[in-house]
């Protein structure tokens, strides 16, 4: 692993040029050149390094790559000055460019500084979502890394007003107004990768709350195969994604990847052989070939309308966000009951679930019979870092808690922490997945109004439940038996048997 080094060159000197300090010392630096950069440059990168240079030849891919590493190195920490300048204000309050790069930003205003450390250390760690919340003697930044929140760093309670002005300005918010919560949008890019950042803004006791979920667009071209289903669970899904027409259901609380899979089954049927529409709130990603809308309920353009409109344009494939209401799960009813495939998402916690919910709603189950093919629900658990791990100590009490047999021989893990893993234990995270399709006893448990308990019992007889699927990832090293109890019901994977 190649050593950080303090990038003595420009980011964008870097960045225009393709040359940048990878490693100093023993009197040589090791510089890489990206593939077609003006050899003549190199004359002033030996005048500002003044020592002999290595060279190491990159693709510009691997040198876009390299310039993130290197010039996000910058932490969190070192921005947190705790007094603010007043002159610095205008310049937190400047306006910013659409597409703005973080690591080109030259400025020195200590809230933009700021700032940047904020995201800049967010991407380094993989970090989903910023909060930044203010109390009475300090503003508290908190990343939420692999679902879990943590503190990174504790500054002043008078940098909490300036810092949310400038984010305000960046997403195009109202300054002026701190009595109602807004949301906006904005794009950021660092090195070779972009995000979208959503910015949701709340008044507190304190001052104004801020959330910034951070979306690499690069996750929009996830395939079914990248999501780690097994096979069962990817082969049912993909069965059902061939049906002509139906509805497909994804189930689970917020942040368990609905949205990523969804964009997954329409990656897979985007052949531009079909007529693909979403309506969504908001857009997540941006996906080419897919027509794409937002809900806007100020106008009235709320998923049931949305959906109204989208089935006058010749859809073949129609994503509806989330069936919220019975309006719109009526209208999403009527889409596949006239040969549209139907995909959406449906907050309950498990797949069956889902189907009472939407009786709940009011929906015909004789409806929901013919209508719906496949429910897919899903978790997110943290991956124990392959550096660090270590055997468990107490395998019988993760024997007895999941419900694993002694005859089925195992070795079980827990996390230690490294350097690889920032001294979390855990390092990324993979899903826990669970798939009912519906066959004709099904058909007929849900129109006659059978209980939940009952449709479990046959649709689970052969596959797998959250439990027993996060069972498997505990057999495998690859989480832990508390990852997997703190998102599944954990009664599933003793029922389960193993």
């Known amino acids: ?201 709340l008044p507190s006791r304190h001052g104004e709350r801020v959330v910034l979920r951070l979306l690499d667009t690069s996750q929009a071209h996830l395939s079914l195969e990248d999501l780690g289903m097994q096979r069962a669970v990817h082969d049912g899904l993909v069965d059902a994604l061939a049906e002509p027409n139906g509805i497909i259901l994804v189930t689970g609380p917020t942040g368990s990847g609905k949205t990523t899979t969804l964009y997954a089954g329409l990656t897979l049927l985007n052949d531009q052989s079909r007529n693909i529409m979403t309506v969504e709130d908001p857009v997540e990603y941006a996906l080419e070939g897919v027509s794409q809308t937002q809900v806007n309920a100020k106008v009235g353009m709320t998923f049931a309308n949305g959906l109204r409109a989208i089935l006058r344009q010749d859809p073949d494939v129609v994503m509806v966000g989330e069936i919220r209401d019975m309006e719109t799960a009526e209208m999403a009813i009527q889409a596949s009951l006239t040969g549209h495939l139907v995909l959406s998402t449906v907050h309950t916690n498990s797949a069956v679930a889902a189907i009472t919910r939407l009786r709940d ?93 009952d449709i479990e019992a046959h649709a689970f007889r052969k596959a797998k439940t959250l439990a027993t699927s996060g069972q498997d990832l505990v057999l495998q090293g690859l989480t832990t038996a508390q990852e997997v109890m703190r998102v599944s019901r954990v009664q599933g994977a003793s029922d389960a048997g193993v």
Do not use: W
Request: aromatic share 4%; glycine share 8%; with cysteine.
């Open 1 to 201: 692993m190649t050593e950080r080094v303090d990038p003595v060159l420009k980011y964008s000197f870097a960045r225009e040029h393709g040359f940048a300090l990878v490693q100093a010392g023993g009197g040589t630096a090791t510089v890489a050149m990206r593939d077609g950069a003006d050899s003549l440059m190199l004359a002033e990168v030996r005048r500002v390094l003044a020592c002999p240079i290595a060279l190491e030849h990159k693709s510009a891919q691997d040198f876009d790559g390299l310039l993130s590493n290197l010039y996000a190195a910058d932490g969190i920490g070192a921005h947190a000055e705790d007094d603010l300048p007043v002159e610095s204000l205008d310049s937190a309050l400047e306006g910013m460019p659409k597409a703005a790069d973080l690591l080109a930003n030259d400025d020195d205003a200590p809230v933009i500084r700021l700032i940047n450390g904020m995201m800049a250390e967010a991407v380094k760690t993989k970090a989903s979502d910023v909060h930044l919340e203010p109390f009475e003697n300090k503003l508290s930044v908190r990343l939420r890394i692999d679902g879990v929140l943590a503190e990174v760093a504790s500054l002043s309670a008078r940098l909490a007003p300036y810092i949310v002005s400038r984010i305000k300005v960046m997403a195009r918010l109202d300054i002026a107004e701190k009595r109602i919560p807004q949301d906006g949008r904005l794009s950021l890019t660092l090195g070779d990768r972009t995000f979208d950042v959503r910015v949701s803004t």
């Open 361 to 453: 709603m009011g929906v015909e189950p004789f409806l929901l019979s013919s209508t719906v093919k496949a429910i897919l629900a899903q978790r997110l658990v943290r991956r124990l870092c392959p550096s660090c791990k270590k055997p468990a100590a107490d395998e019988a009490f993760i024997r007895k808690e999941l419900g694993i047999k002694k005859k089925v021989e195992a070795t079980f893990f827990e996390p230690v922490g490294c350097p690889d893993c920032g001294g979390k234990g855990f390092k990324g995270r993979i899903g826990i997945y669970e798939l009912v399709r519906m066959d004709e006893t099904l058909r007929r448990m849900v129109q006659e109004g059978a209980a939940e308990q």
